[in-house]
RNA sequence: GCCGAAGUGGUGAAAUGGUAGACACGCCGCACUCAAAAUGCGGUGGGGGCAACCCCAUGUCGGUUCAAGUCCGACCUUCGGUACCA
């Protein structure tokens, strides 16, 4: 049952090193293909069997392509700064630059044992100064940038234009709050015990391992990614991305279109504003609702409130997002009312005003008009209130239910009344504009990017600043980061950085200076790494204009990774690209052209795999017990690549089976098999298979649908075993195509046949279509659509002749009797049916 | 709730609107063997029939069509994402 594959493939990965085989090409007049992996956090843990899923996908298209002659750049790197290696180093004082660099030791080792054909010559390395030198260069790029809002693109903070009457601190402090990094005062999500501030989507990993973690307003950095929401929204539809993928970014996104609305404040000059996308419902107002951080509620709140409010906006402040979830789901409306009005902009109305938590300051305006009638929230609201409900939409057809919130005709809407929703909307809009009430307005949910972490284990954020608190950009890049033992957040919300004065404090110029001392996010190291393959030894530049310009054209050609980077990963990069695109730093608008997500491999007991319970399958065994090839094929013939699907230990047996039963199809007793390699036994019968599979195989790699590929190849050897003899041609030929899936085996045949150089750069079979053509076909002949017999004949029939041929079929012929046939429909050289009464 | 993906043999899965289940796993049988394993060859959706054949079958119910796993509508289930976004 054995073949010898340990020794095979240690022979050709061996051979591979030496020889430099997959060294990327440097002659930019060949076609280039760019096919690019997600880089992984290389964890302690080491290399999961899902991971290489995805790398052997990519890995059989950077084959074909080099043997297609393409030049190809297939690299592989390591995103390697991250809060795992951090917590480590706190436990055992070990530093994370030692385990991170064991770590990718590890998985290097790992990756280059399952044979896949990186150019590991451009390995890169998110911790390294040498990397991120570039992560910083392109921070500072949005530091010294703006966004023009009138030409849609970002430009150089110098081309920003400063009103005169703006002098020194106020001057710059203009300039900072159009940068397109930014300090900001945002609440965060502060876990007191991890003395760190938690991203959104690592809350619930946190709380679920029993930590507190407290909304808390922090100073931190901010990318001004709501400045490119437009864009980002827009430019989805240029890519060949999976539909879901950019549904999902399209939510994220979350454009909506309505109005601002204008709401004088009674008493006051002050103007409340909100953002409706029911302008329509305007006269439905009974009631209006702040966020309870809103700033107008510090001015408006009338003394008799003052307690109450006070202590609603506590308890707010420390509800977690858990809560709040919870709230929400319990239909439960909670809020105060603050004890002022604002007046109706059409009627002049006093409206009173409220603050409740399910009012969100960071979306819109952070205030609301509630229109009970016409929207859930509000209804819920007002019951509990007893505010008063007024309907202004009524339904098309059938009972209005309230609350209402389709589209239907307005009503109790003065000169409004009778207008369909959207006519209404408009009409609204346009009096608003003309009494300067009001505008038109598109709406983004996205937020902000929340940039700064409070952790040693990150890039520095390249600013200082003076004692006036002006913020210096660092000129002198890579800001090191500097050494330390001691892993300990300050405590006070400021990394650890803040414990090595040394370093914190500085002098140039006979000026003292602070550095930051926060980092940043593991997602910036990964925001541009694809461009940093394009050049990785690049010392002046993330990558130069020329290597750019080839390697990146149209985008990475095809970009496999996990679905859940969907959002932010693939988000994050698309909006670095389109800065460095605004600055000319790139000549691309979008970086991925084509994007595939792998599905997660499940355990054998179909759940997903996890060391509690204990179905984790480690590729370090499997490749010992079966070969690095068995593995790579085994993956690939699971299912679709895009599906979730269990791992079986029988069926890699079946895998393991095929490629030993190839090894002595061709190599029998450990010598070549010169019967196989005779004339062969059946001209016809073998290039008809050979062909089928080269198309077959061929095209099946185009859609990345590599278990039909696979079983092509099964089908051939199946039949090659039948035949016996299939000669050299057809023998040296069928080996080409396995070597992108196999490519160990492949060489080992490759040489045995005699041929010379890598089977990795021989030339990619092409099918001719001449060995595909039947003489004759199955017929298949059907009454009312039901099978009722078959029959051969001869390919390009005529219908006249298909259908005798088909009436003098016995069973046919049976079948017919007595009936009369309204209908005949014939499918050329395939099938014929009969319609009879 | 909303958005997305998917439901096909005992299992993983194939199938430009035109022969449902390719290819594998598993199982059964045969050959080789003293025997077993390995290997090779054959069979294998369910039901009926000695047989030729017939009936049923792609989550459910309808529809379009000469013809539907595939297209359309409603529903059920599973998985993924998201959620007080005004």
């Keep these: ?56 996908a990519t890995d059989i298209v950077a084959r074909k392509r080099r043997m297609q002659g393409f030049n190809v750049l297939h690299p592989m790197g390591w995103d390697a700064f991250g809060l795992p290696a951090e917590r480590y180093a706190m436990q055992t004082g070990i530093h994370p630059a030692i385990t991170t660099k064991q770590n990718i030791d590890n998985f290097r080792r790992q990756l280059k044992a399952l044979g896949f054909s990186y150019d590991w010559s451009r390995e890169i390395d998110t911790t390294s100064p040498d990397y991120y030198k570039f992560t910083q260069w392109i921070f500072l790029q949005f530091f010294n940038s703006w966004y023009d809002t009138e030409r849609k693109k970002a430009r150089p903070i110098s081309e920003l234009k400063v009103p005169a009457e703006l002098q020194g601190k106020e001057r710059e402090e203009f300039i900072a709050k159009h940068r397109l990094a930014y300090i900001a005062n945002m609440p965060v999500n502060w876990c007191a015990e991890l003395g760190t501030v938690l991203a959104n989507e690592e809350v619930d990993e946190w709380v679920e391992k029993g930590y507190k973690v407290e909304r808390r307003p922090m100073r931190q950095w901010m990318l001004r990614i709501t400045a490119y929401a437009e864009r980002l929204l827009t430019d989805l539809a ?124 960071g979306y819109g305006t952070g205030a609301i008009m509630a229109v009970p009638a016409h929207d859930e929230r509000d209804f819920a609201f007002a019951q509990q209130f007893g505010i008063a409900v007024k309907q202004v939409v009524k339904a098309e057809t059938g009972e209005t239910e309230l609350p209402f919130a389709g589209d239907g005709l307005a009503v109790n809407s003065p000169v409004f009344d009778g207008l369909k929703t959207p006519e209404a909307k408009t009409k609204i809009i346009a009096h608003l504009e003309k009494e300067k009430t009001g505008e038109r307005r598109t709406q983004y949910k996205l937020r902000d990017w929340l940039f700064s972490r409070q952790r040693y284990w990150g890039e520095p954020v390249p600013i200082s600043f003076d004692d006036e608190g002006s913020m210096v950009a660092e000129e002198n890049l890579p800001l090191l980061l500097p050494e330390s033992q001691n892993f300990q957040p300050s405590g006070t919300g400021e990394s650890a950085l803040a414990n090595i004065p040394e370093w914190v404090n500085f002098e140039r110029k006979g000026k003292k200076y602070r550095r930051e001392t926060n980092t940043m996010p593991q997602w910036a190291g990964s925001s541009w790494y694809y461009l940093r ?25 095809l970009y496999v990774g996990g679905g859940e980077h969907a959002v932010l990963h693939l988000l994050y990069a ?56 068995t593995f790579r094929l085994y993956e690939m013939f699971m299912g679709p690549l895009e599906q979730m699907k269990p791992w079986s230990s029988k069926s890699i047996e079946g895998i393991y089976r095929f490629l030993a039963r190839v090894y002595r199809l061709y190599l029998g007793e450990g010598q070549l098999n010169q019967k196989l390699l005779a004339a062969p036994s059946d001209e016809k019968a073998t290039q008809k298979v050979l062909h089928q599979t080269i198309k077959k195989v061929s095209e099946d790699i185009e859609t990345l649908s590599l278990n039909t590929a696979i079983s092509q190849m099964m089908i051939f050897v199946n039949e090659a075993y039948r035949l016996e003899s299939i000669g050299n041609e057809a023998a040296q030929t069928f080996i080409r195509l396995l070597a992108p899936f196999a490519p160990h085996l492949s060489e080992e045949i490759w040489s045995a046949l005699g041929m010379q150089g890598s089977i990795a750069v021989a030339s990619w079979p092409q099918h001719d279509a001449k060995y595909l053509v039947e003489s004759d076909f199955e017929a298949v002949i059907q009454i009312n659509g039901k099978i009722r017999g078959r029959t051969r004949l001869a390919m390009g029939i005529s219908d006249a002749d298909f259908e005798s041929a088909a009436r003098g079929v016995d069973t046919v012929q049976a079948a017919l009797d007595g009936k009369s046939v309204k209908k005949v429909i014939v499918v050329k050289n395939k099938m014929i049916n009969f319609v009879v009464a």
Aim: aromatic share 12%.
């Design 1 to 56: 049952m054995s073949y010898p594959f340990a020794e095979i493939e240690k022979k050709w990965q061996e051979h591979w090193d030496k020889d430099q085989t997959f060294r990327t090409g440097e002659d930019f007049s060949k076609p280039k293909y760019y096919v690019l992996d997600m880089f992984p956090y290389p964890s302690g843990a080491g290399l999961h069997v899902g991971h290489p899923e995805g790398y052997t």
């Design 238 to 361: 240029e890519l060949d991305w999976p539909q879901g993928t950019i549904e999902l970014q399209k939510n994220w996104i979350g454009q909506s279109t309505g109005a601002l609305v204008h709401f004088g404040i009674e008493g006051t000059h002050d103007k409340l504003t909100v953002f409706t996308t029911r302008p329509d419902t305007l006269y439905g107002v009974t009631f209006m609702v702040l966020a309870p951080e809103h700033p107008l509620v510090e001015t408006l709140t009338a003394e008799s409130r003052k307690a109450e409010v006070e202590a609603y906006r506590k308890a707010t402040a420390l509800k977690t997002d858990l809560d709040r979830q919870l709230d929400a789901a319990k239909k439960e409306k909670t809020g105060v009312m603050i004890g002022a009005h604002a007046i109706h902009p059409l009627t002049g109305e006093k409206i009173p005003l409220y603050i409740a938590d399910y009012v969100l300051m």
């Design 533 to 557: 393959f394009a050049d990785p030894h690049n010392k002046e530049r993330f990558a130069s204009a020329e290597a750019e310009k080839y390697w990146l054209a149209g985008g990475v050609d």
């Design 574 to 629: 698309r909006f670095w690209h389109k800065l460095l695109y605004d600055l000319g730093y790139v000549t691309t608008k979008e970086p991925f052209k084509k994007l595939v997500h792998q599905g997660i491999i499940l355990g054998e007991d179909g759940s997903k795999m996890s060391k509690s319970r204990g179905n984790v399958i480690n590729p370090d065994t499997v490749v010992a017990e079966y070969g690095a090839d």
